[in-house]
């Protein structure tokens, strides 16, 4: 069973940086594509960023130019850079990574941005 283990959500100001980590129980070679989701209350989960086995990169509109998605094959980890964060950024974000039609989620890891 593949686990995936988030880490490095906090509480940051307005303006200020988070690095998440997707750390995964296996090689992340086997997987398809990986990303991360978030939901904030009271609403649905989005995509936030994804990046696919051949490094192909897709971010919603909301986070582009802030957010980047990266990973590290030997260290069986995905990331996500978050920079000028803002309030509305405040949710709780969680990893996934698919394979054969299979999707694999994290736990989730909170990220609260204050104005």
């Known amino acids: 069973q593949v686990q995936l283990v988030e880490s490095g959500g906090g509480l940051v100001q307005a303006g200020g940086s988070l690095r998440l980590s997707c750390a995964a129980s296996?090689?992340?070679?086997?997987?398809?594509?990986m990303g991360w989701h978030r939901q904030a209350p009271g609403q649905q989960r989005e995509l936030v960023a994804a990046i696919t086995s051949g490094g192909s990169r897709n971010y919603a509109d909301s986070v582009k130019g802030r957010f980047t998605i990266f990973r590290d094959n030997a260290k069986k980890t995905m990331y996500l850079q978050m920079n000028s964060l803002r309030p509305e950024d405040t949710a709780v974000y969680y990893c996934?990574?698919?394979?054969?039609?299979?999707?694999?989620w994290g736990q989730g890891t909170q990220v609260t941005v204050s104005s």
């Open positions: 296996e090689s992340i070679f086997t997987f398809n594509a």
């Open positions: 996934n990574a698919d394979r054969r039609g299979t999707r694999y």
